[in-house]
């Protein structure tokens, strides 16, 4: 079978969640390739728009916010009337023919999209009767984003069963959706032992450790959490900070602490497990992908300030089913970080809640769901 994956550079989720799928394609045999969909309009036109979200996102995130909520309302809006589409569609559209191309020409027996945009170009092409094979979605949040209402994939893979109704509520078939859970890569399925994993990593198993992380794309200011934890902990206390792409985070971290001995400053890295491994609590902001990463190593987690829109989404997913707790604010993350170190019954909790609601090996559920179809020939 030869499959396509179409993702988006908005973020380091969607690239996270296609590629881990592939994993398992790739174990299987498969010819399986990851592309980034708006190159198919030119890399000049992917970079500006990708480019656009990131510093929309880290310096105006309201702004985003209420983007991300007339989204909501012209996708249902859309839904109901039946003849129009959103002006994400007709954008996407915009480099559907070549797409297509490329799918006829290397001859893909299958196209699964984890963003929205190649669901909108795949839904005009399947419109317009230029493909003939089936193309699923693939959710990298808890609820339904928006717009997916307006698209006509074969399948939509969803994070959790409890996050049904959120589709149904937007129009969506319910016939349509997998609860498969959000694809991690398999390195977060197993966990090293802290032990040796904190010896590797110079750390002593008395210390407290709390790993911070502000996603790909380096949002939020850790600097006051930080700061917080430094000045109320004890000389057991641990900081691993990752700052993702966000050199300037990294820098202004790098030279506040730069006599901090507790630090440990970590870029981007693809070492995330292992830090996952090695900390007694983290701290994240409440990207589908960083979460469900969480979920699935099974870590007492903090959730910082969300992107308004589908991270608060997220929060409200996680905290309504005790997987984890949430600070609106740095001072406020800092403050509970302490006390949730202190509180075992709390970590507890949060770690049995997720043990009862993780997903296991949702990649591998996406996979043979896409290998039944293939062999019975169904779309």
Same mark, same amino acid.
Not at 22 to 38: I, P, Q, S
Not at 49 to 75: A, H, Q, R, S
Not at 143 to 163: G, N, Q, V, W
Not at 320 to 326: A, D, F, I, K, R
């Given at each position: 079978?030869?499959?396509?994956?179409?993702?988006?550079?908005?973020?380091?989720?969607?690239?996270?969640?296609?590629?881990?799928?592939?994993?398992?394609?790739?174990?299987?045999?498969?010819?399986?390739?990851?592309?980034?969909?708006?190159?198919?309009?030119?890399?000049?036109?992917?970079?500006?728009?990708?480019?656009?979200?990131?510093?929309?996102?880290?310096?105006?995130?309201?702004?985003?916010?209420?983007?991300?909520?007339?989204?909501?309302?012209?996708?249902?809006?859309?839904?109901?009337?039946?003849?129009?589409?959103?002006?994400?569609?007709?954008?996407?559209?915009?480099?559907?023919?070549?797409?297509?191309?490329?799918?006829?020409?290397?001859?893909?027996?299958?196209?699964?999209?984890?963003?929205?945009?190649?669901?909108?170009?795949?839904?005009?092409?399947?419109?317009?009767?230029?493909?003939?094979?089936?193309?699923?979605?693939?959710?990298?949040?808890?609820?339904?984003?928006?717009?997916?209402?307006?698209?006509?994939?074969?399948?939509?893979?969803?994070?959790?069963?409890?996050?049904?109704?959120?589709?149904?509520?937007?129009?969506?078939?319910?016939?349509?959706?997998?609860?498969?859970?959000?694809?991690?890569?398999?390195?977060?399925?197993?966990?090293?032992?802290?032990? =040796?994993?904190? %010896? @590797? &990593?110079?750390?002593?198993?008395?210390? *407290?450790?709390? !790993?911070?992380?502000? #996603?790909?794309?380096?949002?939020?200011?850790?600097?006051?959490?930080?700061?917080?934890?430094?000045?109320?902990?004890?000389?057991?206390?641990?900081?691993?900070?990752?700052?993702?792409?966000?050199? =300037?985070?990294? %820098? @202004? &971290?790098?030279?506040?602490?730069?006599? *901090?001995?507790? !630090?440990?400053?970590? #870029?981007?890295?693809?070492?995330?497990?292992?830090?996952?491994?090695?900390?007694?609590?983290?701290?994240?902001?409440?990207?589908?992908?960083?979460?469900?990463?969480?979920?699935?190593?099974?870590?007492?987690?903090?959730?910082?300030?969300?992107?308004?829109?589908?991270?608060?989404?997220?929060?409200?997913?996680?905290?309504?089913?005790?997987?984890?707790?949430?600070?609106?604010?740095?001072?406020?993350?800092?403050?509970?970080?302490?006390?949730?170190?202190?509180?075992?019954?709390?970590?507890?909790?949060?770690?049995?809640?997720?043990?009862?609601?993780?997903?296991?090996?949702?990649?591998?559920?996406?996979?043979?769901?896409?290998?039944?179809?293939?062999?019975?020939?169904?779309?």
């Amino acid at each position: 079978m030869k499959v396509l994956i179409l993702s988006c550079n908005t973020g380091g989720g969607h690239n996270s969640a296609a590629n881990a799928i592939k994993e398992v394609f790739d174990e299987r045999g498969h010819f399986c390739r990851v592309m980034d969909a708006l190159s198919f309009g030119g890399q000049k036109a992917s970079d500006l728009v990708c480019d656009t979200y990131i510093e929309m996102v880290k310096k105006t995130p309201k702004l985003f916010g209420e983007i991300y909520k007339m989204g909501n309302k012209i996708g249902q809006f859309n839904q109901e009337n039946g003849k129009h589409r959103s002006p994400i569609y007709y954008v996407n559209k915009l480099y559907a023919d070549a797409l297509e191309e490329y799918i006829n020409q290397n001859k893909y027996d299958l196209v699964i999209c984890v963003h929205i945009f190649p669901a909108e170009a795949m839904t005009s092409l399947k419109k317009h009767n230029k493909i003939h094979i089936p193309f699923y979605f693939v959710a990298t949040d808890y609820y339904c984003p928006p717009m997916l209402e307006e698209t006509t994939p074969d399948a939509i893979f969803i994070a959790h069963k409890d996050s049904t109704f959120t589709y149904l509520k937007h129009g969506v078939d319910k016939n349509l959706l997998i609860p498969t859970g959000i694809p991690v890569s398999q390195k977060f399925l197993t966990k090293k032992d802290k032990a =040796e994993i904190r %010896k @590797e &990593l110079g750390l002593n198993m008395t210390d *407290e450790v709390f !790993l911070l992380m502000s #996603g790909s794309m380096g949002y939020g200011d850790l600097l006051d959490t930080t700061r917080y934890i430094f000045d109320n902990g004890n000389d057991n206390t641990r900081i691993i900070a990752i700052t993702g792409h966000n050199e =300037e985070l990294y %820098k @202004e &971290l790098e030279s506040t602490f730069k006599n *901090e001995k507790r !630090l440990i400053l970590v #870029g981007f890295t693809n070492n995330v497990p292992d830090y996952m491994d090695a900390c007694d609590l983290l701290l994240t902001k409440p990207g589908g992908l960083s979460s469900t990463e969480a979920l699935a190593k099974g870590v007492a987690l903090i959730h910082t300030t969300p992107i308004p829109g589908c991270e608060s989404e997220n929060v409200q997913f996680f905290t309504e089913h005790h997987l984890s707790v949430c600070a609106t604010e740095a001072s406020d993350a800092g403050r509970l970080a302490l006390a949730v170190m202190k509180d075992k019954f709390l970590q507890n909790q949060i770690l049995e809640a997720q043990n009862n609601y993780r997903c296991i090996n949702s990649a591998k559920q996406i996979v043979d769901y896409s290998e039944s179809r293939s062999s019975t020939g169904s779309e």
